[in-house]
């Protein structure tokens, strides 16, 4: 049979995390090739929501829920009723995607991640290629954060300042060296950037600037003056409804239980919408993702940043658990991956089903490459790190 010219490059990792074959080469050659791209290229990493799975639940269905419902809002006139339905869906939102980070820990599989990912870089000898991985992700929680810190390891999130950081994108651009005491000899120290496009719950809104703060805090701040909201009854009915696709018989529904709302829910709701707007700077799963253009301005700075690294001479993306749902980082992707032809890409997939969209996005492109697990097994976070892991040796 003749080969699919459209068909992406597949390396199969078996559960030990050790490459097994590559269409059409020996596995030992592959081996060779990987340790070669990983020991000199620039690297960065695309971490998905697959990366936080164990503390953080899955986004669902709520995605479609957000775009049906505010575009109900921008076009009917039940404006009040459906302003009451976004509130209960961002409420739910927070109540069970957000609230579970409270004081939450990495697992040890995500440290065990992070080590792997650093090893990568932490014993590279050139001064050319520098000792830094960029983490872009569009995960809020910091448990990329939490991991880099249990191993202590210096990272940069994108704030200056000590007692009132703010976020500054150029800081992205600094390097870390360490000096001995008396030769004055100079060595490079392992930093990672983490780059959050879409925000974060470290984030906080604060007049024209964004402001750090702990996720722990900025979680109570929303809550403040309406730690009800996350008791009401009505909640428990929203977090049904979206674990499923959105569709006419269940925004009718959540129309009808909007419509029940006593006034005094509907008070405490309003609150909270307000808390929640005024303190959160993320962007929410919608297709409209910017109310203001504080985040919109972040957003873009970094994924400026993010073509820029995509644009380099031998740069290298590894992705995990990102589905490149997101379309304008899909299209800087897709286009740097034609652009670059020194630009290597690297995509987990959990199965091998998980690879059409993949082959449907970047068709036909030689330096995209699918690590896929073995028939009927899956590519969870632990595979993946033992795979680097055994690769970096």
């Known amino acids: 049979m003749a080969e699919d010219p459209a068909a992406l490059r597949r390396f199969t990792l078996n559960q030990d995390g050790k490459l097994v074959s590559l269409d059409g080469h020996k596995p030992d050659e592959d081996c060779k090739f990987l340790r070669n791209i990983l020991a000199s290229a620039h690297l960065n990493m695309m971490l998905g929501s697959a990366f936080s799975i164990g503390v953080v639940p899955t986004l ?37 995607v957000m609230l579970p980070l409270d004081g939450a820990d990495p697992t040890d599989g995500q440290i065990a991640a992070i080590k792997a990912f650093l090893g990568l870089v932490r014993d590279r000898g050139t001064a050319t290629i520098p000792k830094r991985i960029n983490l872009f992700t569009t995960n809020y929680d910091p448990l990329i954060e939490r991991s880099l810190e249990n191993v202590l390891v210096s990272y940069n999130d994108g704030f200056v300042g000590r007692e009132h950081p703010v976020f500054d994108s150029s800081a992205y651009s600094r390097l870390q060296y360490e000096q001995s005491l008396f030769m004055e000899y100079t060595s490079q120290v392992v930093t990672a ?117 995509l644009d380099r001479n031998n740069a290298l993306l590894l992705v995990f658990g990102f589905s490149f749902a997101d379309e304008h980082i899909r299209d800087l992707t897709v286009r740097a991956a034609k652009s670059n032809p020194k630009l ?38 632990d595979i993946f790190a033992k795979g680097l892991a055994w690769l970096s040796r």
């Open 60 to 96: 669902e269905m709520r995605e479609s829920w957000f775009c049906a419902v505010e575009s109900k809002i921008s076009g009917c006139q039940d404006e009040a009723v459906w302003s009451d339905a976004l509130r209960m869906l961002k409420a739910e939102y927070f109540r069970s």
């Open 344 to 381: 290597i890409i690297l995509i987990s997939c959990f199965s091998t089903l998980a690879a059409r969209d993949f082959e449907r996005y970047f068709k036909g492109r030689k330096n995209v490459i699918l690590l896929v697990p073995e028939d009927g097994e899956c590519l969870g976070l």
């Open 193 to 309: 950037n983490v780059m959050k496009p879409h925000g974060s719950l470290t984030w906080r809104r604060t007049e024209n600037v964004v402001e750090y703060s702990s996720s722990d805090e900025t979680l109570k701040a929303c809550l403040d003056g309406c730690y009800g909201v996350i008791d009401l009854p009505v909640l428990d009915d929203v977090r049904e409804l979206v674990r499923h696709e959105c569709d006419d018989s269940g925004l009718a529904q959540l129309e009808d239980a909007a419509s029940a709302l006593s006034p005094a829910d509907t008070a405490l709701l309003a609150r909270f919408g307000d808390r929640y707007d005024s303190t959160l700077c993320i962007v929410n799963p919608t297709k409209r993702k910017f109310e203001e253009t504080l985040l919109e301005r972040s957003y873009y700075d970094l994924l400026r940043i993010y073509a820029n690294e």
